[in-house]
């Protein structure tokens, strides 16, 4: 895993907004059930993204909560950013040593120098509005696949 399980359910509750975007508010009850996420521990997610205005939250009868802007203007770093808080100005060793640099390496380090810029760049880059466009694809995807199995799995059973 490349960040905490914290930044992961807030990817998660983001995305479910951005799917439901333009639907009216949103529960984070339903969010929580949705994702298998616990409801308490979302709630908190959810106060960290809202004062990140990333989430706009409204109290109340009506309540719930919704996207503060478009998703296609969120990116998934601005999201584990929010979580996480921004990386650290010093980068850690990828091993635990203390130190560890261009100048002092450990043995990983070159290696594992490209892979963080990588994921930086792909997080960055990655916005929200295409991440759910792409799990609706898997969606569509995965319904085609049940569908085109399920007669095998019938006349297997009879």
């Known amino acids: 895993m490349l960040y905490t399980k914290s930044a992961e359910y807030a990817i998660q509750a983001m995305l479910y907004l951005a799917e439901n975007e333009g639907k009216g508010l949103a529960m984070v009850s339903s969010?929580?059930?949705?994702?298998?996420?616990?409801?308490?521990?979302?709630?908190?997610l959810v106060q960290t993204l809202t004062r990140n205005h990333l989430i706009?939250?409204?109290r109340g009868r009506n309540g719930g909560i919704k996207l503060a802007r478009p998703s296609a203007e969120v990116t998934l770093l601005q999201i584990v950013n929010a979580i996480e808080g921004p990386p650290p100005e010093q980068e850690m060793c990828v091993i635990g040593l203390d130190v560890c640099s261009d100048d002092v390496a450990c043995?990983?380090?070159?290696?594992?120098?490209?892979?963080?810029?990588?994921?930086?760049?792909t997080l960055n880059h990655?916005?929200?509005?295409?991440?759910?466009e792409g799990m609706r694809q898997k969606r569509q995807e995965l319904a085609k696949l049940?569908?085109?199995t399920e007669p095998e799995a019938l006349s297997i059973g009879t």
Not at 33 to 42: D, G, M, Q, T, V
Not at 126 to 132: V, Y
């Open 31 to 44: 969010i929580a059930e949705a994702y298998n996420i616990p409801k308490h521990f979302l709630a908190k």
């Open 56 to 58: 706009k939250s409204y």
């Open 107 to 121: 043995p990983l380090h070159e290696h594992w120098q490209h892979i963080r810029s990588l994921v930086g760049d």
């Open 126 to 132: 990655q916005s929200l509005a295409a991440l759910a």
């Open 146 to 148: 049940i569908r085109e």
